[in-house]
């Protein structure tokens, strides 16, 4: 079993649309969560950090951790093109130092 | 500019030539990371350090090498590349290697 799942898609929704992203973990000894952007063909870039349970807001984007289901989710309110995009969840422990682990991502198209 | 830079971003070889790929961060942090991107098997972690002269493997470090002579620089060395190598590479930092990581743009390594 991997230790982090999400579901590869590819995803596609209209304009405007609330888009949910998610991911499942088997590992209760993460404590840090993670969601990443990579655009084609660039590397991945920083959306979001969440320090274990709850809700963390930035905008259009929310993201949750439910540890005891080992869930975690980002939600993306009022969609753009622009965020057509692969979304990468990834996850590491409480110490330093550690080895990062990673969902192998979701493919979402924003359709104007 | 706060940044992960690699070199070369792009390059084909051919099996058995050795070869170097940089990674420099120019944000102090103490810790970095390689990556190998691979379609359906996401990101995997190759090898991390958290320290100049600490390394760690991570899940695919067979047929790599790393060095941490200096805090800013992460080169991946491939002693005998093979075309099971080939694959898009990413180096990332990290300051205390567990909430964020920062990546580089990518190598697109081809080997024949």
């Known amino acids: 079993q991997k230790e982090v799942e999400q579901d590869p898609g590819p995803l596609s929704v209209p304009e405007g649309a609330i888009v949910s992203l998610n991911c499942t973990y088997s590992n209760s000894a993460f404590q840090y969560f993670m969601w990443y952007r990579q655009y084609s063909r660039k590397g991945p870039e920083l959306l979001m950090y969440t320090y274990s349970s709850g809700n963390k807001e930035d905008g259009r984007f929310t993201a949750q951790v439910d540890k005891s289901s080992k869930y975690i989710s980002l939600f993306i309110r009022d969609s753009q093109p622009s965020d057509s995009a692969t979304y990468l969840c990834?996850?590491?422990?409480?110490?330093?130092?550690?080895?990062?682990?990673f969902g192998t991502g979701t493919s979402l198209t924003v359709i104007p | 500019e706060a940044q992960v830079t690699q070199n070369p971003r792009y390059l084909i070889t051919v099996t058995g030539k050795k070869l170097t790929v940089t990674c420099s961060q120019n944000?102090?942090?103490?810790?970095m990371s390689w990556y190998r991107q691979d379609p359906g098997l996401g990101l995997r972690q190759i090898y991390y350090?958290?320290?100049?002269?600490?390394?760690d493997k991570g899940d695919v470090p067979e047929g790599y090498k790393v060095s941490r002579k200096e805090k800013r620089n992460f080169p991946l060395i491939l002693e005998s590349p093979s075309p099971n190598q080939t694959s898009l590479y990413f180096c990332?930092?990290?300051?205390?290697?567990?909430?964020?990581?920062?990546f580089g743009p990518g190598t697109r390594l081809l080997v024949l």
């Open positions: 990332a930092s990290s300051l205390l290697g567990r909430e964020t990581q920062y």
């Open positions: 350090s958290m320290n100049v002269e600490v390394t």
């Open positions: 990834a996850m590491s422990y409480e110490r330093t130092g550690n080895q990062f682990y």
């Open positions: 944000m102090n942090h103490e810790y």
